[in-house]
């Protein structure tokens, strides 16, 4: 499959409607007959040169973006059609055909438009240049460029020819095909975070111990504005049936207390830390005062266990995982991460 760029800005009050019934269009219409078609398809760039000759007294470099469009524009190709702000990319179906009634939208029938006995399109008795058409599937439609941070695609689409050859481009378009159906389309902070984000997690594993990752923790929520954060003693007294929690973390303004159990681990947290919150959060919460009180579990593993998962949502504890973690520290920023290992932080 290649991938091709084409334009349809020419005559833009035809090939804009002729493109929202799935019609692809290329002007020539002084070629617009069914030799030149069958044998451009064939390949015979004798011949095709020749009546440009004959035509147009000239072999225009323009000749090439009909060729491209005849002769190897192929059924099952995509092309990206650039327009004001936006593209989209279609799918090439059934084989390239000369402009015909079939397929004039009756939009344009209704303003006057027709095929003539010369095969050729009138609007009005006036002649108007659209030569060819191929039969198109929309794959996906209205991209917005400035939501496109590809930059090799961005300067592509830059270009002035009418159509080009852009299939050393296929993975990334293919990428944004991808992320636009999945209503996910990278913008620069996702290219960003997804950049880095292997970086933090993996700093998280290798060079923090448990301490330090409660540590960064307790950070993490005066970053976001807690009113107080505090690690309590491994030894607090009145804890029973292995209730436990790391950092304990207070947001006065709304009334909110949140206990995290964290933990260092490697490879899969299990369900014995959403026990510890739960049974934590049960002997501490207050049920007659004010506050909400929010349990979570973050860890330095890959994943939780699927059990792990299944009392979180009995619980209704937050399971944080290593990636999880580690994007919600590079969405507040580096700048002064190390304070969260200072003394008496």
């Known amino acids: 499959m290649n991938i091709w760029l084409h334009r349809i800005s020419h005559c833009m009050d035809i090939s804009y409607p002729l493109i929202d019934e799935n019609y692809l269009s290329i002007g020539f219409s002084d070629f617009c007959n069914k030799e030149f078609l069958e044998k451009t398809i064939d390949g015979d760039w004798k011949f095709f040169n020749n009546r440009f000759v004959e035509k147009w007294s000239d072999l225009k470099k323009t000749r090439h973006n009909l060729w491209r469009f005849i002769n190897e524009f192929k059924r099952g190709d995509w092309v990206l059609v650039p327009s004001w702000g936006e593209f989209s990319i279609y799918e090439l179906e059934e084989e390239v055909k000369l402009i015909n009634k079939d397929v004039l939208p009756s939009k344009l029938k209704e303003s006057g438009f027709e095929i003539k006995e010369d095969g050729k399109l009138y609007e009005n008795n006036n002649l108007r240049d659209i030569g060819f058409v191929w039969k198109v599937r929309p794959i996906a439609k209205n991209i917005p460029r400035k939501e496109v941070f590809e930059r090799s695609l961005i300067s592509r689409m830059k270009i002035r020819n009418t159509n080009a050859n852009i299939t050393d481009l296929k993975v990334s378009i293919e990428k944004i095909v991808d992320e636009w159906k999945n209503n996910k389309l990278s913008t620069f902070h996702s290219s960003l975070l997804e950049s880095i ?37 491994k030894n607090e007294s009145g804890k029973e049936n292995g209730a436990d929690a790391d950092v304990i973390a207070t947001f006065e303004a709304i ?12 490879g899969c947290t299990t369900e014995w830390a959403i026990d510890q919150i739960n049974e934590y ?64 932080k």
């Open 255 to 266: 009334k909110v207390i949140i206990y995290v159990q964290v933990k260092h681990h490697q």
């Open 281 to 344: 959060k049960n002997q501490k919460e207050n049920l007659y005062d004010e506050y909400t009180y929010i349990p979570w579990v973050i860890t330095s593993a890959d994943i939780f266990s699927d059990i792990a998962i299944r009392k979180a949502k009995e619980y209704n504890v937050r399971l944080i995982d290593k990636t999880g973690f580690s994007k919600m520290l590079i969405d507040i920023g580096f700048s002064d991460i190390n304070d969260a290992f200072k003394d008496n």
């Open 197 to 233: 984000l292997s970086n933090v997690e993996k700093n998280i594993v290798e060079r923090l111990d448990p301490d330090k990752l409660e540590q960064l923790v307790k950070w993490y929520f005066y970053k976001i504005g807690a009113s107080d954060v505090y690690i309590p003693s």
